[in-house]
């Protein structure tokens, strides 16, 4: 059987490592490693070309001495402030006959700033904390949200990553420092009611599910020792795995009714069950952890192979990567 061309693109400056595992689960499923390539070189700036050559999407990447034809693109690990930059490239991808999960700009872009995943929820009825979306607010301004929202709340940025940059505000001097921060980082935020998401010691916790085409493929619950603390892997949360079967009632279906919402073919969402069920944002990119190549990687790159099965690109009949100068090869090698 003929191998598929894979083109893995990605920022490489990133910490979160899901590469590696895109990479390995490439390598699990087809016998061969992707095709890496920087996100960058497609960015503004960049000096990667992606063109239609009889009927398929073509990549050049003079700076790493690449040209080839991809099967498939797993576009994935892209921060979120570096997102905007891949719109033309993501246009072109949708132009041409290749796999890919990616679901183009507008859907990443709602996903990616908070104050339209806002704006989403509340046209689609997606349950989620009342929030204020605020810009350079006077003192004045920010003191009314607050009061309005109960004076126990989150403050966060509207593009933000792995719980930088967010605050427990409990107080009114508390609130005046967080927008004197948003404001010296040129950042608009949000004001969010506190879901009382706490465990029975005095900690926080809240729920990562992974939402592949409609269904809920893996979850995880989040324990945060620290109550003032975001409840991400990052900043210290210790992630627990759980079945599907395994999560609150109605968590499952809130995280597919969210990932619909936003547009996206799948996601990680974090949601609690407070409320009834809330849903704080869509991950475009959730970042993976151990025990979650199997659960969630492999999945997810077989999502590809699968679409690429049923006829939505070429199988076999990409050709492998060359070095610039190189002769062309017609076709991939036979395993």
Known sequence: MSLPCIALIADPTSSEGCREYLARAVELLTGAPPVRVAARHFAPGGTGHAVGEEGRLRLHVPDEGLEFTPDVVLLYEIPPHRRAGL???????HQHDVVTLDAGPEAW??????????ERFQRDGIAQMDTVVLSRPTPAEAT????????DTWARPVVGTG???AFHVTTTDAL??????????DTDWLLSRDAGNMTGDGGRHQYRVFVLHGRVIHARVHVQPAPDTPCNTS???????LTPAELPAGLAELAVAATASVGL???GVDL?????????????HPAFVDGELDRVAVPYVQAHLDALARGGGHTGTGVLPRRTGEPRTTGAPTV
Not at 176 to 185: C, D, G, M
Not at 235 to 241: C, K, N, Q, W
């Open 87 to 93: 719109a033309a490239f993501q246009k072109v991808l």
């Open 272 to 284: 609690v069950p407070e409320h009834g069920g809330v849903v704080f944002e869509v991950n475009v």
């Open 265 to 267: 073919p799948f996601s």
């Open 109 to 118: 872009r709602t996903a990616t700033e908070k104050n339209l995943t806002v």
């Open 176 to 185: 005046h420092r967080a927008a004197a921060y948003y404001a010296r980082n």
């Open 235 to 241: 900043r210290g949360a210790t992630p627990v795995h």
């Open 163 to 165: 719980g930088d940059d």
């Open 144 to 151: 009314a949200a607050f009061d309005g929202l109960g004076g």
